[in-house]
């Protein structure tokens, strides 16, 4: 704004107030008016445009006209708008610069200008200044000052400006955090990943733990350390022309990668790649893959003159926690968590106020999903078609946890925030209730939480709202699926299919194969899948085999030794399942369609025998039946009935054609697409008795389920090929990671 006025011989000021931008343009009628038409086209690049509004124009005297263009300080006030930015990607400019020994940020690590570097990760308070970050403990120098100043320059009020010389630095360390003095802590950094070390890094958002991606012994190793037997890891590639090496690369896709928000982006890789797959990412045929997002992470990749040690092609990074806690934040938090873990660390002494996340995406169809939505997205708000009549604060669920904040015609969704199993999940998750509201001005005024009694999300949401004095809102968890994808879309009534692996219905039993009529004020549930029993609940979520064992027995079909054989059980362990069953000790009724796939999975022989973590067994399933390249798909039934008004949908059929074909290991591939196809068609019997009662409605998919591509691209074509209009999620995860959106849209109808 500031370069285009001066540009234009225009005067006058701009002031951040109050949220929004208060600009006064003191020069000739016309130029001024160029000057509004120019704006909205010349923004820098993350920047968004909502809405310009001339509020008042005046002629005046030559000698009444401003002398220079100046910029206020940031003023606010109760009703303040905000806005906070998320953090982007490192753009080429900076990029160019770190690498060019000519210039003055010449391999310096926290390099970045109006386009890209920290955001919503520094930030301390609003209006977002300088003096208002964690870079204020990093006074400017001359040359950083007189950029920050030059309206001409690209970082010109740059909040995060900094220098080799000003800003912050790079320290070394050994395993138990004591301090390593050395010339270079990024060459002794890059010297200990060719050694086969594993270096946890502090990067924009918290700490990653790095590692050589080709070295096959400190994978490994790090999987043994980290008790992360299977969970495929991501890396990160050196450049483009590396990923596309190993990887098919759409055009879509690149664009991903190449974006300001830069995200894990899931890649099928080529058959002539030689990563070591089978540790990165194991029983799969994709790989989460990212390029450098800092200055940083560029500079332990390439190769730099003054540096012995040769580039790394592929990079490991993952985060930098124990299974089950949220990544490490501070320098000293990190020394006492990931003791054992890393064998040095690479630190620095700029502060991070939240954690954040590396976000997670697909591309399918050439629309992009985010599976984990974090850096480069959050927290940027979602517009509301309509506005909330008080402030909502959701609370979200017990798995891959965010919080939304919903006001006026904004919801804003936090950054990934995790599982809630440990307390220094919940420690996490305290901070960041605590802070959002403060960055927005905001005190809530009703919490909305799932319904389920024994998630921490809901107990922490009860006990804040005790302690305001404010109501509680309870949303189901299948409506609050259904209400997040409806949200992204602004539509206010759809037929919704939630397929997931739990959630507390209303009847005590878990829901997760729901077709839910959805309308603004309510939901109606129209239909179902037949449910089954998770005997010893969690444990049959671990132990898929002992789902598939309790679909046989609803039939009567007996586990002989071969079935035994196939599931790793033996004679005692099944008749210690069998009486579980048939006493129903400690077992649970469950409509989940995650479920179905569990179980399925488990009879073919793909899925592990104790799955090591969430959806594995389906995801194995998944790229099982991506193998199949036959036309001729066996055709596996299902059974459809009416249960007093509601469609349920019972799978039984397929359960018994699996019990009665026992198919061999070189059929796995065959029997799982047929599985797919048939789940594709007995959705779509879902969705057309929903239509029945219902007039040419939308329809939306949500849920863990809809991560599923092999399946959900099937069935979104079918209904198009029907006419059927239909939405998937786009910015927001299918997963719980969406549930808060849907939680703070669901409380339009508790007003």
Request: with cysteine.
């Amino acid at each position: 704004m500031a370069r285009i006025m001066k540009e234009a011989g225009l005067t006058g000021w701009v002031r951040n107030q109050s949220g929004t931008v208060r600009l006064v343009v003191d020069g000739p009628a016309a130029a001024v008016d160029d000057f509004i038409t120019l704006l909205p086209n010349e923004l820098p690049l993350k920047a968004r445009l909502e809405g310009l509004l001339v509020v008042d124009r005046q002629s005046i005297q030559k000698h009444q006209l401003s002398s220079s263009f100046l910029i206020l300080e940031s003023s606010s006030s109760d009703s303040m708008r905000i806005s906070i930015p998320a953090d982007l990607a490192m753009c080429e400019d900076c990029r160019a610069e770190v690498f060019d020994p000519r210039s003055r940020y010449y391999r310096y690590p926290f390099t970045t200008c109006t386009n890209c570097g920290p955001r919503y990760t520094v930030v301390e308070s609003m209006p977002y200044d300088r003096e208002r970050t964690a870079l204020k403990e990093f006074p400017l120098c001359g040359d950083c000052l007189s950029e920050y100043t030059d309206p001409l320059d690209r970082r010109f009020h740059a909040e995060s400006i900094a220098c080799a010389q000003c800003g912050p630095k790079l320290s070394w360390a050994g395993s138990k955090g004591n301090s390593l003095p050395v010339e270079d802590p990024l060459i002794e950094a890059r010297h200990a990943l060719s050694q086969g070390k594993i270096v946890a890094v502090r990067g924009l958002g918290g700490f990653l733990l790095a590692a050589d991606a080709s070295d096959k012994d400190v994978l490994e190793r790090l999987r043994e350390i980290k008790n992360r037997p299977a969970k495929p890891f991501a890396v990160m590639a050196r450049n483009l022309d590396l990923v596309k090496k190993h990887c098919f690369v759409s055009e879509a896709e690149e664009r991903l990668l190449c974006s300001s928000e830069s995200p894990i982006v899931v890649l099928r890789t080529r058959g002539d790649c030689d990563l070591p797959l089978d540790i990165l990412t194991p029983g799969l045929s994709n790989l989460g893959v990212m390029l450098p997002t800092t200055p940083l992470h560029a500079l332990l990749a390439e190769q730099v003159e003054e540096d012995p040690t040769d580039p790394f092609d592929f990079l490991l990074m993952t985060s930098g926690n124990r299974s089950g806690e949220p990544i490490c934040l501070t320098n000293q938090e990190a020394f006492k968590r990931l003791e054992g873990i890393a064998d040095f660390f690479l630190c620095h002494n700029r502060g991070i106020n939240l954690r954040n996340d590396d976000s997670l995406a697909v591309v399918d169809n050439g629309a992009v999903q985010l599976w984990r939505r974090a850096r480069g997205y959050a927290p940027e708000s979602i517009k509301l078609q309509y506005p909330l009549n008080r402030t909502v604060l959701a609370m979200g669920a017990e798995l891959k946890n965010t919080i939304c904040l919903g006001f006026d015609n904004e919801a804003v969704l936090s950054p990934h925030i995790g599982n809630l199993e440990t307390p220094e999940a919940l420690d996490g998750l305290e901070q960041v209730v605590d802070r959002f509201p403060k960055y927005f001005s905001r005190v809530p005024e009703v919490i909305a939480v799932d319904p389920h009694p024994d998630m921490h999300s809901s107990r922490l949401g009860r006990k804040l709202a005790q302690k305001l004095g404010i109501p509680v809102v309870e949303v189901q968890h299948h409506y609050a699926h259904a209400m997040s994808v409806m949200c992204e879309h602004n539509l206010e009534e759809a037929i919704a299919l939630v397929f997931d692996g739990t959630g507390l219905g209303t009847d005590g039993s878990i829901w997760g194969g729901e077709m839910l009529h959805v309308h603004r004020n309510g939901w109606i549930r129209l239909g179902t899948l037949a449910p089954s029993e998770l005997l010893g609940g969690d444990a049959a979520v671990h132990r898929p085999a002992k789902q598939l064992a309790a679909r046989f027995w609803q039939q009567g079909l007996e586990i002989d030794e071969r079935w035994r054989n196939r599931l790793g059980i033996d004679e005692y362990e099944l008749a210690l399942w069998k009486i579980q069953y048939e006493r129903k000790l400690n077992s649970f009724t469950s409509h989940a369609a995650g479920r179905v796939f569990d179980a399925f999975s488990a009879g073919l022989a793909v899925s592990p025998e104790i799955v090591s973590y969430e959806g594995q067994a389906a995801i194995w399933l998944e790229n099982t039946a991506l193998k199949c390249d036959s036309t001729n798909i066996l055709d596996l039934a299902f059974e459809t009935r009416d249960e007093n008004g509601l469609f349920v949908v019972d799978l039984a059929p397929m359960f018994l054609s699996l019990h009665r074909g026992f198919p061999e290991k070189e059929e796995a591939s065959e029997w799982a697409a047929a599985f797919h196809h048939a789940m594709v068609k007995a959705s779509l019997a879902m969705i057309e008795a929903a239509e029945s009662k219902t007039t040419g409605l939308p329809v939306v998919l949500s849920g863990g389920v809809m991560m599923n591509r092999f399946f959900v691209s099937r069935l979104v074509s079918e209904l198009r090929k029907r006419k059927i209009e239909v939405y998937t999620h786009c910015l927001v995860p299918p997963n719980d990671g969406g549930i808060s959106l849907g939680q703070v849209y669901a409380t339009r109808g508790a007003e």
